[in-house]
């Protein structure tokens, strides 16, 4: 009995399923929505009709109807319609997915089938696309416009670049493919060497919005190739100047042209720009270039009568100068005291090279001479050397040391160098601070008696010893009381800083100062021994942490004891 009962059942429900199917439910079932696209946030309003004599098998029962939005079901309000129709009627106070689809289902004798169906969809109105600009290609004369669309709509959105002549009606001139924010216009839509409006429309089911017009010549916003380098050189020998000559690309020899020039050496970051260049090619010429120098040029143009687009910068061409003798004066210290041994001076003499502004191409050596050029005769040399310092002896009374740098191009300027005697003021207030991980500030008071220059020297403290030959520098500012020190000074290490001030006719006795860069907490501490130790005292020693440890001044030690039944 209970077999027959469920077999009968089974029969009811897969009865009403092929009814249902058989019927259509497209028949005998209908979802009405009021929009399918609304704007998102807003409330959707349905209905779900069933004509019951539509549905085969379903005229003399009752039917339950419900919904669900995708997976969620949803409570809708159930009633007799017209005629013999059941209606089931849903309202959404605030859709806020993007897409969804809204489900009608009938249940009957413990059965449910989904009878009906309806989309929607959500979002805004287009934004107003902006940021609208074109590039007009000389290859094709194709107009290449861009544009950012804005916040995304949600919805699917129709866009079209449209552009209208002065006498001619609006058109599309291009559509985006592939959901980009770019299309190119043809040639054979624009009018060139005339003002044109253009663009962008966007549209989708809740409105239109339309970008800024842009109002141009196309040939106002070209685009060239780039010109070609085709040579340089100096002009004329021993001056600083350069000749440079240009092609145009063949797209662009018919036209006025406006072009820019950079140029830059290896060392340098930033690009030296000359502007102002007007013809179709030739040749320009420009000054204050250092000799023998490597430079890397490049060069940009555009039409000269409008305010277009710069093309591309041309492929960089190197060119180096020619060389020149060095020029200036080279910054020198020394160390002279008597021989030990005869009637003779020994010399230490340490100099700086020139500066690249002064060099005038590749140091190749320096001279040092007892005496200066008399009568165009060179005197003899008694160093020739590529470092930057040389030891020599000297005739006992020597007070003048002359040197000089040489290039390929020749020997420069002599720099007569006074061995002064170590008897004059010595500088008041001297301290020394940092300027910077990697660098220290020194400070002094300014003297009373007119100097003529200052040298820094420094030294790095260490256990082991050594000296720095290299580590000192000229401060040629008679005015200055202050002065940077940048080279090879590193955190967490003590330098000895000495200054000597320079007068006329003596050098002045140095003052010192220490000073760290940073400081940070010692590397250890010191290893600790008991030197003797009574019932009421101890006497305790220890190793003193390496200079090179310390990381800054020790400004005290603390010593912690306990005995054998109590915390430190």
């Not at 079901?73 to 106070?93: C, F, I, K, W, Y």
């Not at 009018?191 to 663009?199: A, G, P, S, V």
Request: charged share 20%; proline share 7%; net charge positive.
């Amino acid at each position: 009995m209970a077999r027959h009962g469920a077999g009968t059942l089974f029969l009811l429900q897969l009865s009403l399923l092929l009814l249902l199917h058989l019927g259509g439910t497209m028949g005998c079932a209908l979802v009405a929505v009021d929009s399918p696209v609304v704007p998102l946030g807003s409330a959707v309003t349905a209905s779900c009709t069933i004509q019951s004599n539509l549905c085969r098998g379903l005229e003399q029962e009752k039917v339950r109807i419900t919904w669900m939005l995708d997976n969620e079901p949803m409570a809708g309000r159930q009633g007799h319609g017209p005629g013999d129709t059941e209606v089931s009627n849903l309202t959404l106070p605030q859709f806020n997915r993007t897409q969804a689809k809204l489900w009608c289902w009938v249940e009957w004798n413990g059965t449910k089938q989904r009878v009906g169906m309806a989309e929607i969809r959500a979002g805004y109105p287009p934004s107003k696309p902006f940021n609208l600009s074109c590039i007009l290609n000389l290859n094709d004369y194709g107009l290449m416009c861009q544009w950012d669309p804005g916040a995304n709509s949600h919805l699917p959105t129709s866009v079209a670049l449209k552009c209208a002549g002065s006498r001619a009606p609006a058109v599309t001139g291009c559509t985006p493919q592939g959901g980009r924010s770019r299309c190119t216009v043809p040639r054979r839509l624009l009018q060139l060497y005339r003002h044109m409006e253009i663009w962008v429309s966007a549209t989708n089911a809740l409105g239109t919005a339309e970008s800024e017009h842009l109002c141009i010549d196309p040939m106002d916003v070209v685009k060239l190739d780039p010109p070609v380098l085709q040579s340089i050189q100096s002009i004329p020998f021993q001056t600083d100047c350069i000749a440079l000559t240009w092609e145009v690309a063949r797209s662009n020899a018919h036209m006025e042209l406006q072009c820019e020039l950079r140029y830059r050496t290896r060392q340098d970051t930033a690009w030296a720009l000359v502007t102002n260049i007007i013809g179709h090619a030739g040749t320009t010429q420009c000054c204050g270039f250092l000799f023998g120098t490597q430079y890397h040029f490049q060069m940009r143009c555009r039409r000269s009568l409008a305010r277009g687009y710069w093309s591309e910068w041309s492929p960089g061409r190197n060119y180096t100068t020619h060389e020149k003798a060095p020029t200036g004066k080279l910054d020198a210290w020394w160390i002279a005291r008597p021989a030990r041994v005869g009637k003779e001076l020994e010399v230490q003499l340490c100099w700086k090279a020139p500066r690249r502004q002064e060099a005038n191409g590749q140091v190749l050596g320096y001279h040092v001479t007892l005496s200066p050029r008399r009568r165009g005769r060179d005197p003899p040399v008694i160093c020739n050397t590529t470092h930057t310092h040389c030891n020599f002896s000297a005739p006992a009374g020597t007070r003048r040391i002359y040197l000089s740098a040489y290039n390929a191009a020749g020997k420069g300027a002599v720099t007569e160098v006074v061995l002064l005697e170590r008897k004059g003021q010595p500088l008041a207030g001297l301290r020394a601070v940092p300027g910077g991980e990697h660098s220290l500030w020194v400070h002094w008071e300014q003297p009373r008696v007119p100097v003529s220059a200052y040298i820094l020297e420094w030294q790095r403290v260490s256990s082991e010893p050594g000296h720095c030959s290299a580590c000192w520098q000229m401060e040629r500012d008679r005015a200055a009381t202050a002065a940077l020190i940048q080279d090879g000074i590193e955190p967490f290490q003590r330098y000895n800083i000495s200054v000597y001030p320079l007068y006329k006719d003596a050098m002045g006795m140095p003052v010192h100062a220490v000073a760290y860069s940073k400081q940070k907490a010692p590397s250890y501490a010191p290893k600790l021994h008991l030197k003797s130790i009574s019932k009421s005292s101890a006497e305790l020693c220890w190793d003193p942490v390496p200079v090179e440890m310390q990381n800054g001044f020790i400004t005290s030690y603390t010593i912690f004891w306990a005995n054998s039944t109590t915390d430190v």
